[in-house]
């Protein structure tokens, strides 16, 4: 049966009476705790804390390991500890991400310069081609005979010059001017 209707008061005056039974009842349970909270004493040990959570430890003047207080600074401290390690492990990553982001930027440089030599390249044969075209196409508008000539035109100057050579010769041999 329930406390509350087991000590349910039957006057007005008993109601007070029941109340303090209750409330005694629970001090007993917390003198109780108290009792098991002393007798598992086990003392700090200061290498497992930072100096700031030892300076709280110290400032409050904690000497039990088990105290509430002394384990929420022992997670506080955890937490802390955890922090600082994502903290720096995110600086490390950027820090790989920076040169990553380097060799990327070098990397895009270096293509870029050679982008502009292959259109530097492509422009020069772009001329080319249309120089190709402009000297095919004036072939192309010549006739036959003018061609002809083209590629007789030094077997010409040559078989003149030799008929000059040969008249020069014989000039000079049957006058003997020299």
């Known amino acids: 049966m329930d406390q509350r209707t087991r000590m349910s008061p039957?006057?007005?005056n008993e109601k007070s009476r029941c109340?303090?039974?209750v409330s005694s009842e629970n001090t007993d349970k917390q003198l109780g705790r108290l009792t098991e909270y002393r007798e598992s004493f086990r003392p700090i040990?200061?290498?497992?804390?930072?100096?700031t959570a030892l300076s709280l430890i110290d400032r409050y003047r904690i000497d039990n390991a088990n105290d509430p207080v002394a384990t929420?600074?022992?997670?506080?401290?955890?937490?802390?500890?955890?922090q600082r390690e994502a903290v720096s492990q995110f600086e490390a990553a950027t820090a790989?991400?920076?040169v990553e982001f380097g060799r990327i930027d070098l990397a895009i440089g270096k293509a870029e310069e050679t982008?502009?030599?292959?259109?530097?390249?492509t422009e020069?044969?772009?001329?080319m081609q249309k120089d190709f075209t402009?000297?095919?196409?004036?072939?192309?508008?010549r006739s036959i005979v003018d061609i002809v000539l083209n590629h007789l035109a030094p077997f010409i100057y040559g078989v003149l010059g030799a008929i000059i050579t040969l008249l020069v010769v014989f000039v000079i041999l049957r006058l003997k001017i020299l």
């Open 19 to 21: 109340e303090m039974m």
């Open 115 to 121: 982008q502009k030599r292959v259109e530097a390249l």
């Open 134 to 141: 402009l000297a095919t196409n004036k072939i192309r508008e």
């Open 45 to 51: 040990d200061r290498k497992e804390f930072s100096e």
């Open 96 to 98: 790989l991400a920076s």
């Open 10 to 12: 039957s006057k007005p």
């Open 72 to 82: 929420f600074i022992a997670i506080v401290d955890q937490m802390n500890a955890n």
């Open 124 to 127: 020069a044969l772009d001329r």
